[in-house]
Nanobody, 122 residues
Framework: QVQLVESGGGLVQPGGSLRLSCAAS????????MGWYRQAVGKQRELVAA???????NYADSVKGRFTISRDNGKRTVYLHMNSLKFEDTAVYYC????????????????WGQGTQVTVSS
């Protein structure tokens, strides 16, 4: 019933920036913790950023200081602002929701969508 649709990916040069969007529809509520994940070719999906209903954020060490997660509950959208992009940031980026940060890792609430491709290349 809940659907999350990622957008905003594309091709960017090293050092560049992108803003990803995760638009929610269906039975999504603002109390959910929201997370951005990525999966690079040959690697497992990893959680890179999370934000609580109150706006508290958490980041993977690999993106800390470069990425910023935010949410606009009125628009039912979560954003990932990506700065100082590196080659190793190349991946398909996904969003998902959970009741807690811990369950973002173990039991997110929705099925995985198509994601949005981010390619960092010179």
């Amino acid at each position: 019933q809940v659907q999350l649709v990622e957008s905003g990916g594309g091709l960017v040069q090293p050092g560049g920036s992108l803003r990803l969007s995760c638009a929610a529809s269906g039975n999504i509520i603002s109390a959910y913790v929201m997370g951005w994940y990525r999966q690079a070719v040959g690697k497992q999906r990893e959680l890179v950023a999370a934000i609580t209903a109150g706006g508290i954020t958490n980041y993977a060490d690999s993106v800390k200081g470069r990425f910023t997660i935010s949410r606009d509950n009125g628009k039912r959208t979560v954003y990932l602002h990506m700065n100082s992009l590196k080659f190793e940031d190349t991946a398909v980026y996904y969003c998902n929701a959970a009741w807690t940060h811990s369950t973002l890792l173990t039991n997110p609430l929705t099925s995985w969508g198509q994601g949005t491709q981010v390619t960092v290349s010179s």
